[in-house]
């Protein structure tokens, strides 16, 4: 089946530095979609950005993601983290099923993002 | 911002007890998923819907939890002999059709099984 990795469990960074999270996939499908969601604290995941497009660059809330098939790779980068970017961040995947049906999201493991001051 | 309507929102049980919750999808979305997130944090798939229909669903699902969308009417989560290890928060998220189209999750239900 489909699999997503994520190989930062937990980040620590300071206010004001870069933000880069790995996310990288496997998957049979050609053209899988590929999202970043954030979760804060007793909250519920929220989209932050996602892509069907090989080598095009999305951005959102000062986030931004490259899908790039070629290395199976859709890692998160921020130039300047603040204090309000501390929470859980998810890499996921989904394709299409058979019929042009939504399928199901596969999640990576997470990271756990902490920004201090 | 999602608006997708879940409750209850907290649920305790004893071991053994029904534990059912829940979720009012988003106007328009015709998809239905219910996904579990463990004390972990890791996410697992449980059963999707498009409609009344079921699109998916796990092997675990099909033994102890069952699901329903009826029309007109919240779909609904049910885990028939709850059991210590499901404790977990459990997430409804809707969609339209479309692989590209976003999920919104709802708050969740946070099950704890005694």
């Known amino acids: 089946g489909d699999s997503v990795t994520q190989t930062e469990g937990l980040v620590t960074l300071t206010e004001g530095l870069p933000v880069m999270l790995n996310c990288t996939y496997q998957t049979i499908y050609s053209n899988p979609f590929l999202f970043w969601y954030v979760q804060h604290l007793n909250e519920s995941p929220r989209l932050l950005l996602k892509s069907f497009t090989d080598n095009k660059r999305t951005e959102h809330q000062g986030f931004h993601a490259t899908l790039h098939k070629s290395s199976s790779s859709f890692h998160l980068q921020k130039s300047s983290a603040q204090l309000s970017d501390s929470a859980l961040y998810y890499c996921a995947l989904r394709r299409m099923n058979t019929g042009g049906l939504s399928g199901k999201l596969t999640f990576g493991e997470g990271t756990q993002v902490t920004v201090i001051s | 911002n999602s608006k997708v309507i879940q409750t209850p929102r907290y649920l305790v049980k004893g071991q053994g007890q029904k534990a059912k919750m829940r979720c009012i999808p988003e106007k328009g979305h015709p998809v239905v998923f219910w996904y579990q997130q463990n004390k972990n944090n890791e996410f697992k798939f449980l059963i999707n819907f498009q409609n009344q229909e079921v699109l998916q669903q796990i092997d675990m699902t099909e033994k102890r939890f069952s699901a329903e969308c009826p029309s007109n009417s919240p779909c609904s989560l049910e885990i028939q002999s709850s059991e210590a290890g499901d404790s977990a928060l459990y997430l409804c998220?809707?969609?339209?059709?479309?692989?590209?189209?976003?999920?919104?999750f709802g708050p969740g239900t946070r099950l704890l099984v005694l």
């Open positions: 998220a809707s969609s339209r059709l479309g692989g590209e189209d976003t999920q919104y």
